[in-house]
């Protein structure tokens, strides 16, 4: 049975420092629970022969599926090794999140395929396995993030120095955005909270960026979503950034 010491199997000593940086990977969980609970019945609503409408979800998930790559590929080369060396009671735990990589992987590779194979036509056949394999995706999205929260994010902030953290964050910065990044951005503020969306505005965006997001992002982002989500489908929370 792997150890795990108080509140997060991290080592535990006197003066070792807690980062809570882990927020910051919550919040993009966050996100992609959001956007991959809607994708099934985004595809289910296409009509038969839609192919404009196919054309362009396929577009979106394909981003959706190539961010969930990235931002597992930032965890596998930033996160495993340096929990297994630092807490290596932990090891169960950084096999267990290996192991749930990998087959999401397997799935979001799956996924991408049938994507292909709806497009064009829009066949609802097609469109009815893509959306019982995105259901799938939800479900193990489900699991893993919450086993990932619960059981590795808690002993990496014990683990992780902010020097780390913030190598990390430079790493996922430098990554080209998979959506265009208004939509990527507005997804994001839109995900979070909204007692936590001005703090997090100051705190990520600098003052160029909350500008040209105000002036141009933000409508940019509002007609993506009336595309996305056309009328009759939830609404989604916009704001104006101050």
Do not use: N
């Amino acid at each position: 049975m792997t150890t795990r010491l108080p509140s997060t199997g991290a080592p535990a000593t006197a003066d070792t420092d807690t980062t809570c940086r882990s927020d910051e990977v919550v919040r993009i969980h966050r996100l992609f629970r959001r956007l991959f609970a809607e994708a099934p019945t985004l595809v289910r609503d296409v009509e038969q022969g839609d192919a404009e409408r196919a054309a362009f979800l396929a577009r979106y998930l394909h981003g959706l599926t190539t961010l969930l790559h990235l931002h597992h590929r930032a965890e596998d080369e930033f996160f495993w090794d340096r929990m297994t060396e630092r807490a290596p009671a932990c090891g169960l735990h950084v096999a267990a999140m290996r192991g749930q990589h990998h087959a999401v992987s397997d799935r979001l590779d799956a996924i991408d395929a049938l994507v292909d194979a709806w497009a064009p036509e829009a066949d609802v056949l097609v469109a009815e396995r893509l959306a019982c394999s995105l259901d799938e995706l939800d479900r193990m999205l489900a699991e893993h993030l919450a086993d990932e929260e619960r059981d590795a994010l808690p002993i990496l902030d014990a683990v992780l120095t902010d020097a780390e953290w913030d190598e990390i964050s430079a790493h996922a910065q430098r990554e080209k955005p998979p959506l265009p990044l208004f939509v990527l951005l507005g997804l994001m503020i839109d995900s979070l909270p909204e007692g936590e969306r001005d703090a997090w505005i100051a705190r990520e965006l600098p003052g160029p960026m909350r500008l040209a997001y105000r002036l141009v992002g933000r409508r940019s982002y509002e007609r993506a979503m009336r595309r996305l989500r056309p009328a009759g489908a939830a609404p989604v929370a916009l704001r104006r950034l101050a």
